[in-house]
């Protein structure tokens, strides 16, 4: 059995230059850029070790935040093999584990009597029905089929939070938006038999607006039920922790204590509500040592509220970021990443990503008459 040392070494002595590079660069903020394929789990893992073998950081003075549950895991397992049972120390947690995690702690800083419980997704339908019964609804409950805008109302309350746009604001941009069309010239027929009335188009945008503004209605009696019943939400989670930093000196001292180290992994993939809980907790520190992971190509949540405008915001909030992109890729061949580049190049870097493999395949337009 080899110790994890000879196991951190081993993996270290394989990396290239620029993923050396990535895992040396242990002190203040750093943003690597990390095409596919190109190692990026693999440096995550290993300046985790490094920072243990070069400080005298403990284990759990490490934060890692990601994305998904599978991803904490394949983190975890990568890190006991490289460094032990250390590993099993770190702080590794998906941005929501960790949000539960932080309101557990301050729950009173957001004015709740006790640690509120978690609305999961398979009880949410339930709790929008009961709001639903609650009135008269002109647009949300269409006779025959209540449950005709769950996946809608889901959606957008997901959307206004994590873009952190209060229900107050939503109704005035709603209300300005009615009263932009009313006062348009434009939406007044001139001719005809609706001289003088708004346009058919008018009406009907004006009907969609209506729509929006019963459903900040229902977003206000949702937001009490909740509050009521000592419930929060996925979005919530996100949103409290934020709003914890924001509020109490205390506990944003004491996350700045606890966790000296920061890795976030997929950062691409960040919300701006993510990106304001790193600013807030970290972008004031002189020299903080955060680091982050992503790559502006594989940018896939953007229906959950990630833009391409907060992973490039992280040079702006930490504007001594170090830069470091990937290139060397070990997935593919060279004819499939010039043609991604060609169709998709980074933001961040000119450089085309370089195949490790001497394999040619030439690309196959095929067109088909259907799907299947």
């Known amino acids: 059995m080899k110790s994890s040392g000879q196991q951190f070494e081993e993996e270290y002595k394989k990396l290239n230059k620029a993923q050396k590079e990535a895992v040396d660069a242990i002190d203040g903020p750093v943003m690597v850029v990390a095409g596919p394929g190109t190692g990026k789990t693999q440096i995550l893992a290993l300046r985790i070790g490094n920072i243990l073998q070069k400080t005298d950081i403990k284990a759990d003075g490490i934060l890692c935040l990601t994305f998904t549950n599978s991803a904490v895991k394949a983190m975890r397992e990568r890190l006991v093999n490289y460094i032990g049972q250390d590993g099993e120390k770190v702080n590794i947690f998906t941005f929501h584990s960790f949000g539960l995690k932080i309101i557990e702690e301050h729950f009173k800083v957001l004015r709740m009597k006790e640690v509120p419980k978690l609305l999961e997704d398979t009880a949410t339908p339930i709790f929008f029905d009961e709001i639903l019964n609650i009135r008269r609804w002109k647009y949300l409950r269409p006779r025959g089929d209540s449950s005709r805008y769950f996946k809608d109302l889901k959606s957008l309350i997901s959307l206004l939070k994590r873009s952190r746009i209060s229900i107050k604001k ?33 009406e009907e945008s004006i009907e969609k607006l209506e729509k929006s503004r019963e459903v900040a209605e229902f977003l206000e009696v949702y937001e009490k039920k909740k509050k009521e019943e000592n419930v929060i939400d996925y979005d919530d989670v996100l949103e409290g922790m934020v709003k914890i930093v924001e509020k109490s000196e205390d506990a944003l001292k004491e996350i700045q204590e606890r966790y000296l180290y920061i890795l976030v992994d997929e950062h691409q993939d960040s919300s701006l509500v993510q990106n304001e809980f790193l600013a807030k907790v970290w972008g004031e520190l002189e020299k903080p040592d955060i680091f982050v992971v992503g790559d502006d190509r594989q940018l896939i949540y953007g229906f959950s509220g990630a833009s391409i405008d907060h992973f490039k915001g992280f040079q702006k909030t930490f504007s001594k970021a170090k830069l470091i992109p990937l290139l060397q890729n070990y997935r593919s061949t060279q004819v499939i990443l010039d043609a991604a580049h060609a169709l998709l190049p980074s933001v961040f870097s000119d450089d085309k990503l370089k195949s490790e493999s001497s394999e040619h395949h030439p690309i196959a337009l095929i067109e088909a008459d259907t799907h299947e």
Request: aromatic share 4%; no cysteine; charged share 40%.
């Open 170 to 202: 939503f109704t005035e941009a709603v209300e300005q938006e009615i009263k932009s069309i009313e006062n348009d010239e434009g939406s007044v027929a001139s001719r005809g038999s609706r001289k003088g009335e708004l346009k058919k188009e008018a």
